[in-house]
């Protein structure tokens, strides 16, 4: 039985033509009070409360000045698709932190003259919405736009790694807040992490330590091959590390390829050579479809399984197609988890937008209950110094149960699922098998220099490979 693996590609058409025809928006209203939270399926032992108190004074919420949101994501590059679960998810978990909807309703404005409102009480919360089409000149210029300009607060974003490596740089430099949604590569709280620095996306290490579970049952000897630059470079190093662990042996040294490869029979050439069982493929581009036909004309296909988690719905029937009956990870998918958040963000997903959740919608609105709770852990004080303090330890309940933001690192450590596939026709995208729920918690990555952040976690050196 073959398992299949990509972590994050998609191609450029792809991204724009599912944007294009996208569903126009059905406004619906919102519930005046988020619903209470069930207590999560899994215990969370290495857990610690939150050191901020989390409760409002009985006066109520109340912010001297308007706080200033400034949410960079891409709507128009390539990785599109997936800026497109951040948009949608990240305003309804605002409505749900805040109990109502904003006054942008579901329209998402980038001519960076309008807001989207929300209110707490007696402390008004403006959401400034910006496409950097997952380019870091882009990124920067929109970071330091919405910082100079608009005088933001607090940063969200972005799709792409590398964007999100420049937007680090600029809030630590500006002493803001950064909520990472949904970038992976480990060097996030890795290599180049700072206090500033937050993620409610999971990183390439839980990625591997969740799909390991699942690939180590069936397959002893791999390879891999990945992009050359960060995030491939981190992911390759994460999935030797934690298949090891588990048993697995790697046959030859991990394989690089520049992004922008178009040939990759001397890749193939070498995975056929390699006498693995399995070979593991991430890639974030347009590639995956080249990369796949010069396998297959290689005859890798033929005589070794592809080890893959489970991807987007709009992108599993053109892929995985012939993969009905496999086991995988994923890092959500909204069949999964069970609890009133994830509920409320099926039922307001599918109401206005006339899909189900996507890969990532979790990570956009656990970023904006992250966020709605840091404001009232602090009172209302939105400086740097008193935002990062709330968000360091922090647990919170979102679709996907507890969040626990790891003091030492700022990972975010989150249930992730693993899901047999039984279908790639369903119109709601309800694909899979509920297998097992796993709580990947990778180990502290910072660079040497911080090392001693890490305390009592187990050190990693993945960091900057």
């Known amino acids: ?91 309804l978990g605002m409505e749900y932190a805040t109990g109502a909807p904003g006054s942008a309703g579901d329209k998402f404005d980038f001519t960076q003259t309008q807001e989207n409102v929300f209110r707490i009480d007696d402390c008004e919360i403006q959401v400034f919405v910006r496409d950097d089409a997952s380019t870091p000149d882009n990124t920067a210029t929109i970071a330091r736009e919405l910082i100079d300009v608009q005088k933001v607060n607090i940063l969200v974003g972005t799709v792409s790694s590398g964007a999100t490596a420049t937007l680090q740089g600029i809030a630590l430099e500006s002493k803001i807040p950064l909520i990472v949604a949904p970038a992976a590569a480990n060097d996030i709280t890795g290599v180049n992490f700072n206090e500033y620095t937050f993620r409610t996306s999971r990183n390439n290490y839980q990625d591997a330590i969740n799909e390991c579970k699942a690939l180590t049952q069936q397959y002893t000897k791999f390879v891999q091959i990945a992009p050359d630059y960060a995030f491939g470079r981190g992911s390759a190093a994460a999935f030797r590390d934690a298949c090891s662990l588990d048993g697995a042996e790697f046959v030859a040294d991990d394989i690089f390829a520049p992004l922008d490869t178009t040939d990759f029979t001397p890749y193939m050439e070498q995975i056929a050579d390699s006498g693995a069982e399995a070979y593991i493929v991430t890639w974030a581009g347009g590639g995956f479809v080249s990369l796949m036909q010069a396998a297959a004309d290689q005859g890798v296909t033929d005589t070794m399984s592809l080890g893959a988690t489970f991807i987007d719905n709009a992108l599993m029937p053109t892929f995985f197609a012939n993969a009905v009956g496999t086991t995988a990870g994923i890092l959500y998918h909204y069949s999964a988890p069970k609890n009133p958040i994830n509920d409320f963000l099926k039922e307001q997903d599918k109401a206005r937008y006339g899909v189900m959740p996507d890969l990532f919608d979790a990570d956009g609105m656990n970023a904006a209950i992250m966020l709605v709770e840091a404001i009232k852990a602090t009172n209302g004080d939105v400086s740097g110094d008193a935002l990062k303090t709330a968000m360091e330890g922090m647990t ?14 700022h990972v975010a450590i989150q249930d992730m699922y693993i899901l047999k596939l039984v279908s790639v026709t369903d119109p709601d995208a309800n694909y899979y098998e509920y297998v097992d729920t796993t709580r990947p918690e990778p180990p502290c990555l910072l660079p040497e220099t911080l090392k001693d952040r890490c305390g009592d976690l187990p050190y990693g050196s993945l960091s900057g490979q």
């Open 1 to 91: 039985m073959k398992l299949f693996r990509t972590f994050a590609f998609v191609l450029v058409a792809m991204s724009l033509i599912l944007a294009a025809c996208a569903p126009a928006a059905t406004p619906t209203a919102a519930p005046t009070e988020a619903p209470a939270t069930e207590a999560p399926a899994t215990e969370v032992a290495t857990e610690a409360p939150t050191a901020a108190p989390t409760e409002v004074p009985a006066a109520g919420l109340t912010c001297a000045e308007p706080v200033k949101v400034g949410l960079i994501t891409d709507a128009s590059g390539a990785l599109a698709i997936y800026g497109a679960h951040i948009l949608r998810s990240f305003m």
């Open 396 to 409: 919170f309940e979102g679709p996907k149960g507890t969040v626990y933001i790891r003091p030492e690192d």
